[in-house]
Nanobody
Framework: QVQLVESGGGLVHAGGSLRLSCAAS????????IGWYRQAPGNQRELVAT???????NYADSVKGRFTVSRDNAKNTVNLQMSSLELEDTAVYYC?????????WGKGTLVTVSS
């Protein structure tokens, strides 16, 4: 079993920054890729960024150049540094990993960007 807990969400003005964290626990040795996803009201959940255990990173086009994902394998944490936030970034942000074909999700953290 793997548990994921997100933190760091909140209210921020457009153009501002916020840093999210995802803490993994349980069988962390079997975790490879960890992804950040988000779901805005009325929208489907979408991929924001992924990072592998060895540091390979992918970003959604909508966040490239504004968001930075990083990982500390020793602390079993993945961070998402979000800058130049836009109203459209308002969503619940989730971290995710797939282990032995099973999806594990955190409960999410809400990010609200105001004008």
């Amino acid at each position: 079993q793997v548990q994921l807990v997100e933190s760091g969400g909140g209210l921020v003005h457009a153009g501002g920054s916020l840093r999210l964290s995802c803490a993994a626990s349980g069988r962390t040795s079997v975790i490879n890729d960890i992804g950040w996803y988000r779901q805005a009201p009325g929208n489907q959940r979408e991929l924001v960024a992924t990072i592998s255990r060895d540091g390979r990173i992918n970003y959604a086009d909508s966040v490239k150049g504004r968001f930075t994902v990083s990982r500390d394998n020793a602390k079993n944490t993945v961070n998402l540094q979000m800058s130049s936030l836009e109203l459209e970034d308002t969503a619940v942000y989730y971290c995710n990993t797939v282990v032995y074909g099973i999806n594990f999700w955190g409960k999410g953290t809400l990010v609200t960007v105001s004008s």
